[in-house]
RNA sequence: GGCCCCGUAGUUCAAUGGAUAGAAUAGAAGUUUCCUAAACUUUAGAUCCGAGUUCGAUUCUCGGCGGGGCUACCA
């Protein structure tokens, strides 16, 4: 609902009470976009009014239609095609809309800080092994999430928990001492985090060769999963470890470290960043007090065995448990403790927004629950951000057979991608060499993301490795070619002299096609707040594509520097201007930057 | 078994209960004296099945069928 269809519906309002002296709400106006096949620009459906004015449809519309061309002045003509009344308004609104929006470089965004202080968490991956696709899917999403939000007006503090602990990084730690002979990132030339992967590797194979040896010696599979040696010295190594152990520290301080500048480098390639890193050997313990405590309020309650649940029944869910019978924590532990220290980290806290797989929404409803139990006010206002898997033709990815794309591969690919097409069409010959590795990492990231971001969250989608990723279509690609084209054009005008200030545009200079275009862009405020609150950076995508689509059609067959009537050319040079910028502008908003020129 | 999500052109994705279900790709046919052809134009092609609610259902309800996930004293 943007500013015209708040005119619009009021307007709808008072035609009913003059026109059937009926008392109707706005929000009981249905506008929309008409059709482009049918003359006009908003529609009003007319079947929901007729049971206020006792007419058919068909004569509901048409005699509201009459009654807003003769007393609304943004309204120059109507029509009634079914039951749908579709309004036609008066072309000087759309200019002077234009016009305001050009001279409004944050056109669209809301006023900074005008909304409550939000926080976004995404990524927070183990620390046992590389990124992959499914991580990226993760970060440009929660990335975006946030500079959306950040554009509608919130304050946004980006925030990740890394799983530093636990047994999955003890495997890696105990294959390292057993069969790392002392490599280190340096001695290898290996990434920090693909060299710990590789030692999370080599653990699954020794433990499934120890597997296979137990049970040709007549155990069964359970127990022989159970008692495999390494496993057992993982686990004495966790022991060690939550002990204090010295050494075990000092390894695994070593080793998270080199995973640590692994996945910096991998961040600073996506070009998503953090304003504040919790770590789970910070966290883990934290939420026994809280336990503990709600224990006292009666919100929990104990087991015979001295364990300690929490039963949500009356939710619609079951029970839950909070801490083991030996009274150590449990993930759902740790994550009540993470979320109460963040409202005490951050005072004025509205609500934090957790960017986790779908296959995680039951903890998630779980845990806010809790969370609104203990009497964490706001609770409620808290958002499990789900997101579906990533699949490949051959089912889900598993890093233990093989089948997972790799984060670093995958945009290393993209980039070549992006320099062999470039180099193929040979146009930007006369960039230096680091002007073209950056022209590639836009191209080729901006594609990836892209392909990543344009479906909507909550659904699984489909990568094919072996069919790539596009670079023509509905693509990142395509919207930066038809920006490079506007740009091109508005730095010529600055070579020949000719303004790109916006002072005035001639009302009449546009033709259908251009009056399309530009109330497509005009609709960015609504499609904004729309991609806002529903966290869902897929909006943002459709928008700046299909305004790019808009205008790379407009492009093909109107001159804009080279139009001779000068008030059409200014007036198209403004056009140009203003889907540029907007473009531009949301693209951002989804990690994805523009070349100049490709 | 229980709970949750999903089924739309060959394929990958759209569609607050609204008009003739949109795009993109792949297919077929065209467009470069002119601001970047990674472009544009034309063409063909789909709502899993069955009921119900509604003036109107891809959308809501119920029942099938098919796919995925959760259902750990793992994280």
Known sequence: MDQLDHLLAQSAVKACAACFEATVDAS??????????????????????????KKSPEETGK?????????????????VVKGFLNLTVVPSYWTKELLAACNQPAYGLGAPRSKPKVMVEYSSPNTNKPLHLGHLRNNFLGYSVARILEAAGHEVIKVQIINDRGIHICKSMVAWQKFGNGETPESTGLKGDKLVGNYYVAFDRAFKEEVAKLVAGGQTEEDAKKSAPILLEAQAMLHKWEQGDEEVVALWKTMNGWVYEGFGQTYTEMGVDFDKLYYESDTYLLGKDQVEAGLEKGVFFRKGDGSTWIDLSDEGLDEKLLLRKDGTAVYMTQDIGTAILRYSDFPGLERQIYTVGNEQEYHFKVLFKILKKLGVEGAEKNHHLSYGMV?????????????VVDADDLMAEMANTAREMA????????????EKA??????????????LLKVSPSKSMMFDPKASVDFIGNTAPFIQFNYVRANSILTKCGAAGVTTEVKE???????????????????WPGTLQTAAEQCDPSVVANHAYELTKGFSRWYQDHPILNEEDLAKRDARIALTQFVAHQ?????ALLGIEMPVKM
């Open 28 to 53: 009981q106006i249905q506008l929309q976009q008409t059709r482009k096949e049918f003359e006009g620009d908003r529609t009003i459906v007319a079947f929901p009014l007729t049971r206020h004015s």
């Open 63 to 79: 005699a509201m239609g009459e009654w807003l061309v003769a007393h609304d002045e943004l309204i120059e003509a109507y029509q």
């Open 391 to 403: 699949e490949l033709p051959e089912g889900k990815m598993k890093s233990r057979e093989g089948t």
């Open 423 to 434: 180099t193929e069409l040979g146009k930007i010959e006369d960039l230096s060499e680091s």
């Open 438 to 451: 950056r022209l590639f990492k836009q191209v080729g990231y901006g594609a990836l993301k892209y392909f």
């Open 505 to 523: 545009i001639d009302a009449q200079a546009w033709d259908a096609d251009e009056l399309r275009l530009i109330q497509h862009g005009l609709l």
């Open 583 to 587: 473009i531009k502008s949301s693209m």
